[in-house]
């Protein structure tokens, strides 16, 4: 007969005695079960005792947690949070540097439990930390040229500690004073600073800028981008990884006006922000990042791979302004780029006002704003008023008319001399491109939180973003031309160019030369025999036999789907805890026995190589108990406080087991492929459908692919609309041989 469902089995240790095997009530209260510990050990006192994980968190167990018991589980006996919290804010402040090293350390360790850092925090613990130091470490200083080693793991642990605990988000990030932050300030200017030191010290920066604009503001006084520089030309990957989040954090936070600079006028806002800003705009940051970072011997990791990406987005939301703004037709300084483009175009010189008649000049300009292929033929400064892209594309075109004349003049004259029909609209194309690349880069858009897109070219050159458009606008007007396309073909055009230019950024060119070269290869004429592959490969017959062979088949591949999708649950998955700081993310590793009978899971110290055994996995999961797998905003770790504040990309990552009456496994799968196969792979065990998207692509790649074997003999064969008919039956049946 099985236990009660409320009965936990366990193991307790005490330090010099032997564990205690003990079946725990879990009706029974938290401290009457540590009283009955007590007491087998003789132990008195019993409120100055609590059971915590034996495992490498050495978590303490509560009333919130104790649910997460399971049978076999290790637990230890040990003092109280509020007896180890107090005791270490006794030790850290011993005259002994020994002590205070070590009560440090365990500080640092143990703040990462939120029972222990609740403690911690109600002795005003964290005030504490902030006085050691802002005005402690110059008393260490001191002691630094002789005992340096200790000197950095003495500010690291305090540091650390500091960390743990503000992520639990239990005090606010505004209560801290100028002097912490400038002297948290100086250990990032420093040239020579331990290295653990200087991590900690970029990431309580960062969390600053993004917890708290107050602090923004006294952040960006203490730090500039040209501080943060000499920490990209390192070679230490994490310390260039949390430097260029400071920098993006610092980027993000900033505020509207202040985002925006005028490259002539460099101290136009004489703040930090301003300088990081025209910096981002120049090639330093660029090109250090380009030769330290990207093109780096080491290879790139997720986290900076993620903060790549962070910065390409927000130097690409520099242009959001411009790409908002509408022309004003009656502004002569935006009439006269109108009026430089067509300068260069037709080497012209403006005419004196006295020149010919009105009628004559406006003919004229008529006839020559129809050659550069505007809408508005007489004012084409209307053409400029549709946001987006509004004057981002009058930039875009001047920018191509003067770094690339000839090509500019190449296409505009070239076009002019052709038939009405078939010439490709320069103005017009450039208005409609731009928009196009600023949907393709998502100009205005937020970062994602799990986004690692970045690439490489657009690091390569101080005004990419116009380049890019230059290669784009003289790609459009040669596949115009390989599609003999007419006026009525344009949005054709737009497609096979859209089309063209995302398969090129799929092969994540490292240079713009790079990227020019492959959109060479992607000609008109390879994009349609792209097409015609991948619609071969994906065709779908409707014939009736075709139709009734796909659904006798169908029931052997969806089968197949679900052998593979519950041997990936047998390989398992390494999934993200949830936590407010990317950096430090804790992970665990789930994965469903070789019987499907059970799901084991347990919390590990970093990403695993490979899979991870069963027996190191210390948690269990009948799948017999699970009663449902929930997705998205119905997911309890997404309902929970601060969620809706999660990534829209998170929520549809995440899913949820329920199990019991009330428990719940929760899930942030690390992309959407495995999210497909887990929740795919739960449901199957379930008897439920799988119907993720994954399981659609793959039964239509099998379906189609086991149709052509079969129908592989039957090649060029038309295959008959309806079965032949039966013939009519003979008169008589004479012809039949009895064997009997």
Not at 423 to 436: A, N
Request: with cysteine; net charge negative.
């Amino acid at each position: 007969m099985p236990p009660p469902a409320d009965i936990v089995k366990v193991a307790i240790e005490w330090p010099g005695a032997f564990p205690k095997l003990m079946e725990i009530d879990q009706k029974k209260p938290l401290s009457a079960i540590i009283k009955e510990v007590c007491e087998g050990w003789s132990l008195g006192n019993h409120e100055n005792f609590a059971l915590q994980n034996a495992d490498v968190t050495n978590f303490y167990i509560t009333e919130k947690n104790r649910n997460d018991i399971k049978n076999g589980s290790i637990l230890r006996l040990t003092t109280s949070p509020s007896q180890r919290a107090a005791l270490l804010h006794e030790q850290i402040q011993s005259s002994s540097m020994d002590v205070k090293l070590e009560a440090l350390k365990d500080l640092a360790n143990s703040s990462r439990d939120i029972t222990f850092a609740q403690e911690f925090i109600n002795l005003d613990g964290i005030s504490l930390l902030t006085q050691m130091v802002e005005s402690g470490t110059e008393r260490y200083q001191k002691l630094q040229k002789i005992m340096k080693p200790c000197f950095g793991d003495l500010l690291s642990f305090t540091l650390t500690a500091f960390v743990e605990l503000m992520d639990h988000g239990i005090v606010s990030w505004d209560t801290f004073s100028v002097a912490f932050i400038k002297k948290i300030a100086s250990y990032v200017n420093k040239s020579a600073m331990d290295t653990a030191v200087l991590q900690r010290s970029l990431a309580i920066l960062e969390s600053m800028v993004l917890n708290s604009q107050d602090l923004y503001q006294k952040v960006a006084q203490e730090i500039t981008i040209g501080q943060l520089i000499p920490h990209l030309q390192g070679t230490d990957q994490d310390i260039q990884t949390y430097t260029i989040a400071v920098i993006n954090a610092l980027f993000l936070k900033a505020p509207e006006e202040k985002r925006q600079f005028d490259e002539h006028n460099v101290d136009i806002l004489n703040c930090p922000l301003t300088e990081m800003a025209h910096i981002l705009a120049q090639k330093q940051l660029r090109s250090i990042i380009l030769s330290n970072v990207i093109r780096s011997t080491k290879p790139i990791n997720d986290e900076m791979a993620h903060q790549l990406y962070v910065l390409q987005v927000l130097t690409f939301n520099l242009l959001e302004d411009r790409m908002m703004t509408k022309m004003d037709p009656q502004d002569q300084a935006q009439r006269d780029i109108i009026f430089e483009l067509r300068r260069i175009a037709f080497d012209v010189e403006c005419e004196p006002n006295n020149s010919g008649s009105i009628e004559k000049r406006k003919s004229m300009y008529t006839r020559d704003y129809k050659k550069l292929g505007f809408i508005n033929h007489v004012n084409p400064a209307v053409d400029f008023t549709q946001i987006p892209p509004g004057m981002l594309a009058l930039d875009n075109m001047l920018y191509f008319a003067r770094h690339h004349q000839d090509a500019y003049i190449r296409i505009v004259l070239e076009n002019s001399s052709r038939e009405d029909k078939h010439e490709c609209p320069f103005g017009r194309s450039s208005i409609e491109l731009t928009k196009m690349l600023c949907e393709i880069l998502k100009v205005g858009e937020l970062p994602s939180e799990n986004c690692h897109d970045f690439h490489p070219m657009f690091f390569t050159h101080d005004r990419s973003f116009e380049e890019f458009f230059c290669i784009c606008i003289q790609l459009l007007n040669k596949t115009w031309k390989e599609m003999r396309a007419t006026s009525e073909d344009f949005n054709k055009v737009m497609q096979v160019v859209r089309e063209q230019i995302m398969r090129a950024l799929t092969l994540k060119p490292n240079s713009l030369d790079q990227f020019k070269s492959r959109l060479q290869n992607l000609s008109y004429t390879e994009i349609l025999k792209i097409r015609q592959s991948e619609r071969m490969n994906q065709e779908d017959f409707q014939s009736r036999p075709i139709l009734e062979l796909r659904e006798k088949i169908q029931p052997e591949i969806m089968e197949l789907i679900k052998q593979q999708r519950l041997n990936r649950l047998c390989e398992g998955t390494c999934f993200r805890k949830i936590s407010s700081r990317r950096r430090q993310d804790k992970f665990w590793y789930c994965r469903l026995s070789p019987n499907h009978k059970v799901l084991h899971y347990g919390d590990l110290e970093e990403s695993p190589q490979g899979e991870v055994p069963h027996d190191s996995l210390q948690d269990k999961l009948p799948v017999a108990d699970i009663k449902a797998v929930v997705t998205g905003k119905d997911c309890p770790h997404m309902k929970e406080k601060g969620a809706l504040k999660q990534n829209k990309e998170v929520l549809e990552l995440a899913f949820s087991v329920l199990y019991e009456s009330d428990e719940y496994l929760n899930f942030i799968a690390p992309d959407k492929h495995e999210y497909c196969v887990w929740t795919d792979g739960l449901n199957a065990l379930l008897g439920k459908e799988m119907t993720s998207d994954c399981t659609k692509s793959d039964m239509d790649t099998l379906l189609s692919m086991e149709m052509k074997l079969r129908l592989l003999d039957l090649e060029n064969i038309q295959i008959p609309e309806a079965p032949p008919p039966i013939s009519k039956e003979p008169s008589n049946y004479d012809f039949v041989y009895d064997c009997n």
